[in-house]
């Protein structure tokens, strides 16, 4: 091995190309160069999803280390990751939202920087339930919650289905039944037909940027949208059928087709905005309309407390977001007696579980539902009884 004083700083490499690494099977020179070149290259590749985190560069300077990835080419896990990232691996050929390829980035900066953290070399065959347990509790450490880390999981059990479907592993641990983290059903409001009218109804004229963002939230609580779509809404997507206006489109996350009936208030909104191509006030960022619609909610008076029964102390304004909207939408229709099946359409869920998790209906309410029920078909019975 070399000494300080055989070390070029100006060219950061060795002065005597003589010098190797302590096996005597590398030049120290040449693995610099490749360890470099490996550096630059997982910057370039990673620098379109965000400045990489350092543990996410370093996998690049294993593969040359640890001569698997550069050396003998053979794919790794965080090759595999990539082709997912990228949009060139697709679920039966459809392509994936941004948000989706967005989580799988996420998911390996995750597993990248475990790997760096608990000195575990994450491969194909070391995902097993020791992986398991011991990525998950670090996870817990960032302070992920249970559903994050449900996903997280999910996304790597997708890529070890692939990496075993292209012939890359034959380790099968991660379908074993322990490892699975189980949904927890998150706590969220929802607001009734008469909360979303008193928002449609306050007077926000002399804040034009509140006014806007009270229209956008409202055509989301009557028409089940994501923000994403609601917020995106072309003049292509509000078609006439038989003489009465629909909006009509292609959901971004699960390329869904939806067909929507406007009712009134959406139709008092499009007419308020027919200057506007989409018939819309222009959207904004989703966090900044989260900021906002706050806000809208404030002003129009939602400050009840008790309603997020993990935060009772919260008042209902400051549990609102985007995706309020689309809660409300779905959980008063529920109430009114609209069939899940024919709503689940409208919505665009693929399965009554996900569509259940929109349904945020309190004992109290079931129970008043119950009560209606038993008045209902009990008047009759009682005076046959009699």
């Not at 039944?177 to 306050?202: G, M, N, P, Q």
């Not at 809660?327 to 899940?340: C, D, H, K, V």
């Amino acid at each position: 091995m070399f000494v300080g004083g055989n070390w070029d700083y100006d060219k950061q490499r060795v002065k005597s190309n003589k010098e190797t690494t302590a096996d005597g099977k590398y030049s120290l020179n040449d693995l610099l160069d490749k360890l470099e070149r490996a550096l630059n290259k997982g910057y370039n590749t990673e620098i379109a999803n965000g400045v990489p985190a350092m543990a996410t560069l370093r996998h690049y300077l294993d593969a040359v280390v640890y001569q698997n990835a550069e050396e003998t080419n053979k794919p790794t896990i965080f090759n595999l990751f990539d082709r997912f990232i990228s949009g060139e691996i697709k679920n039966k050929g459809k392509e994936k939202s941004k948000n989706t390829l967005k989580t799988y980035s996420t998911t390996k900066d995750h597993l990248a920087n475990f790997a760096a953290a608990a000195k575990y070399k994450v491969t194909f065959d070391s995902i097993n339930l020791d992986f398991f347990y011991k990525y998950t509790s670090y996870l817990k450490g960032l302070g992920l919650m249970q559903n994050s880390i449900g996903k997280n999981i999910t996304i790597i059990k997708t890529v070890m289905g692939e990496a075993v479907d292209l012939g890359y592993t034959e380790n099968m641990q991660f379908r074993h039944k322990k490892f699975t983290i189980a949904d927890e059903e998150s706590d969220s409001v929802y607001l009734t037909e008469k909360e979303v009218l008193a928002i449609y109804k306050h007077d926000f004229s002399k804040n034009i940027k509140l006014d806007q963002v009270r229209d956008l939230f409202v055509v989301g609580c009557f028409t089940g949208l994501r923000y994403s779509d609601y917020s995106n809404i072309r003049p292509d997507n509000i078609v006439t059928t038989d003489g009465e206006l629909f909006i009509k489109m292609i959901t971004q996350k699960t390329k869904e087709l939806v067909i929507i009936p406007c009712n009134p208030v959406v139709l008092n909104i499009f007419k308020k905005y027919e200057k506007n191509e989409n018939r819309l006030p222009k959207s904004i960022s989703s966090q900044k309309f989260n900021d906002y619609v706050k806000d809208v909610c404030e002003a129009a008076g939602l400050k009840e407390k008790g309603r997020l029964s993990s935060e009772p102390s919260k008042m209902l304004y400051e549990c609102i977001s985007s995706h309020t909207a689309r809660r409300s939408f779905a959980t008063n229709l529920y109430l009114e007696g609209f069939p899940s099946q024919e709503l689940m359409k409208i919505t665009g869920h693929r399965s009554e579980a996900s569509f259940r998790k929109y349904i945020k209906v309190t004992k109290l309410e079931s129970a008043k539902r119950l009560s209606e029920h038993i008045k209902k078909n009990w008047s009759s019975k009682i005076l046959k009884i009699a």
